[in-house]
T-cell receptor
Framework: LAKTTQPISMDSYEGQEVNITCSHNNIATNDYITWYQQFPSQGPRFIIQ???TKVTNEVASLFIPADRKSSTLSLPRVSLSDTAVYYC?????????????FGAGTRLAVHP | NAGVTQTPKFQVLKTGQSMTLQCAQDMNHNSMYWYRQDPGMGLRLIYYSASEGTTDKGEVPNGYNVSRLNKREFSLRLESAAPSQTSVYFC???????????????FGNGTRLTVT
């Protein structure tokens, strides 16, 4: 199983760029990296997914180095509404969703 | 488009009581899942259904049963509730089970269950 390690919490201020790094040293060749966001009293929401290099969508960017042993979620110009827990997941190739593990995630607090 | 709908939103049970948590999705997804989330922790998979007619155990299945009633609905049953089952329960669905690529999980907003 590809275990992930993320910082427990982070603080930022409105307008700043936030980078959350996730370590996944034993990622398998066919595994994808997926990030979810969870607000209080809501279920997690898919943010972005990638396999290698860089992926960008309207919400975030995901940077994955060549060795794929880590990944960085980048949130540009955060606002108060980005305060949430962010989960990094690795897997979903051959093992299926029964092997995907949600860790404790990273609690991001955005301050005025 | 409602996505994933869970009922009820809140429930209080006494130890030993039974109840069924309901989940329905309107995205025509093949796969459905039940997770629990305890305070300050991530989500743990209880059961999942890769496709209509199949169910499999996840990480923490003890004390629970599931039914994939049809493609849309996946219910979770607690036969004899225990205080250790106090948690927030999330239902999720995805288009495909065996690959996460381009098949993200879509979650409901949860059922908050307290067992006294």
């Amino acid at each position: 199983l590809a275990k992930t390690t993320q910082p427990i919490s982070m603080d930022s201020y409105e307008g700043q760029e936030v980078n959350i790094t996730c370590s996944h040293n034993n990622i398998a060749t066919n595994d994808y990296i997926t990030w979810y966001q969870q607000f209080p009293s809501q279920g997690p929401r898919f943010i972005i997914q990638g396999y290698k290099t860089k992926v960008t969508n309207e919400v975030a960017s995901l940077f994955i180095p060549a060795d794929r042993k880590s990944s960085t979620l980048s949130l540009p110009r955060v606002s108060l509404s980005d305060t949430a827990v962010y989960y990094c997941l690795v897997g979903g190739s051959q093992e299926g969703y029964n092997k995907l593990i949600f860790g404790a995630g990273t609690r991001l607090a955005v301050h005025p | 488009n409602a996505g994933v709908t869970q009922t009820p939103k809140f429930q209080v049970l006494k130890t030993g009581q039974s109840m069924t948590l309901q989940c329905a999705q309107d995205m025509n997804h093949n796969s459905m899942y039940w997770y629990r989330q305890d305070p300050g922790m991530g989500l743990r998979l209880i059961y999942y259904s890769a496709s209509e007619g199949t169910t499999d155990k996840g990480e923490v299945p003890n004390g629970y049963n599931v039914s994939r009633l049809n493609k849309r609905e996946f219910s979770l049953r607690l036969e004899s509730a225990a205080p250790s089952q106090t948690s927030v329960y999330f239902c999720a669905s995805s288009e495909v089970a065996l690959s996460s690529y381009n098949s993200p999980l879509h979650f409901g907003n949860g059922t908050r269950l307290t067992v006294t």
